[in-house]
Structure formats: C-alpha cells, structure tokens
Antibody
Framework: QVQLVQSGAEVENPGASVKVSCKAS????????IHWVRQAPGQGLEWMGI????????TYAQKFQGRITMTRDTSTSTVYMELSSLRSEDTAVCYC?????????WGQGTLVTVSS | EIVLTQSPATLSLSPGERATLSCRAS??????LAWYQQKPGQAPRLLIY???NRATGTPARFSGSGSGTDFTLTISSLEPEDFAVYYC??????????FGGGTKVEIK
C-alpha cells in the first residue's frame, strides 16, 4: 500500500533553516508528483510547492520563493523540503501528499516549531 | 491565484441532520474541485474529486455537486464520525493547487 513517512518534529530558532523528509513506499516513486502543504495551528491548509520525483523539477508557491527548496533522492525514494530564514509565523505542521490529480495519500505530518 | 471561499465557517447540527457546505471560486475551475475531511490531529482525507466523484471508501451519504464557480458538499444524514473540518481544493491551475478556508461541522 502507498505510504508516505515523514521525519520527526523539529524546533528551530528564528532565522534558522529546517529540512523535512518524506519517504515514499508501496508504489513507483517516479509515478506521482509530491506536494508539500502546511497548516499553522488552528488554521487552514496552504500549498507550498511540488516536486517531480522523476526529473527533480520544482514549482513553488510565490509566498515561499527564495527561501524554499525541494529535492529528492531516487535511491531511497525520499523527497526533502527545506525552508530557510524561519520566523515565528512558520510554526506549522508540514505534510507531504501525493496521488493522481488530487491528494489521495498523505504523510503523517511534521510539526515545525520556530521559537527562541 | 484562484481564491476559494467556503461558507459557512461553522455549521452546528445534530446527528441525523443534513449538512450543506458551500465553496465558491474567484474564477471558473470547471469541475476540477475536490473536498477533504480533516479530524483533529490527522491529515486530511480525500472525499470527493472532480466535483462529484466519491473517492475510494467515501460513504454514499457524501455527495458533491457544482461546476464553474459554485460547488456544494452535502452530507445527507450526519453520523457521529462526520463532525470534522471540510476543505475544498481546486486543481484548475495545477500544479498551484489552492484550498478554501474550511468549514467546521460541529455537534449542536
């Protein structure tokens, strides 16, 4: 069965960077694009960007341009999302998600806390 | 950017009642709209895709309708497990998928 398993919770200082991983299994890694979506505490869902695991090409939400990087490692079927210049407003649960045209499958979420 | 506006923000109903949730797009998204359900501490779950198609495992009491800019999610008779937050999402300008702000269905 399709599974996305994310790395554990992170606590970072303002101005630092965080890198979250998402390991895919149960399907051909290059078959589906993988998206990243975040959710601030008590808030809605926000699309961050997408990576094509086959080619490594990416598209990012305008809001995060310049401080987000998505990469992949095909040898381990893992994608990574790195967010830099963190501020308190970046405190959120980050999800990876995949499927066909919509998000049939989600990771369990990674809480990123930005606090001094 | 396509903006999705959901209403109402909160819906207070009793089990067995009918729930009607609305999602309005700032421009036409054709039928490229999905609905997700999210319970506390969980990732969202896909319920409806392409406006009216139930995803695998979605109970028949959930139905979606609409096209263009106006969409509706209907839960014909609320079960206790249906009390949750519901989000709409468009894929018309894929890959820049956007979500609505959510509707919380709470127990009255």
């Amino acid at each position: 069965q399709v599974q996305l398993v994310q790395s554990g919770a992170e606590v970072e200082n303002p101005g630092a960077s965080v890198k979250v991983s998402c390991k895919a299994s149960g399907y051909s890694f290059t078959s589906y694009y993988i998206h990243w979506v975040r959710q601030a505490p008590g808030q809605g869902l926000e699309w961050m960007g997408i990576i094509n695991p086959g080619t490594g090409s990416t598209t990012y939400a305008q809001k995060f341009q310049g401080r987000i990087t998505m990469t992949r490692d095909t040898s381990t079927s893992t994608v990574y999302m790195e967010l830099s210049s963190l501020r308190s407003e970046d405190t959120a649960v980050c999800y990876c998600a995949t499927g066909g045209d919509y998000y049939d499958y989600w990771g369990q979420g990674t809480l990123v806390t930005v606090s001094s | 950017e396509i903006v999705l506006t959901q209403s109402p923000a909160t819906l207070s109903l009793s089990p067995g009642e009918r729930a009607t949730l609305s999602c309005r797009a700032s421009q036409s998204v054709s039928s490229y709209l999905a609905w997700y359900q999210q319970k506390p501490g969980q990732a969202p779950r896909l319920l409806i895709y392409d406006a009216s198609n139930r995803a695998t495992g979605t109970p028949a009491r959930f139905s979606g309708s609409g096209s263009g800019t106006d969409f509706t999610l209907t839960i014909s008779s609320l079960e206790p497990e249906d009390f949750a937050v519901y989000y709409c999402q468009q894929r018309s300008n894929w890959p820049r998928l956007t979500f609505g702000g959510g509707t919380k269905v709470e127990i009255k």
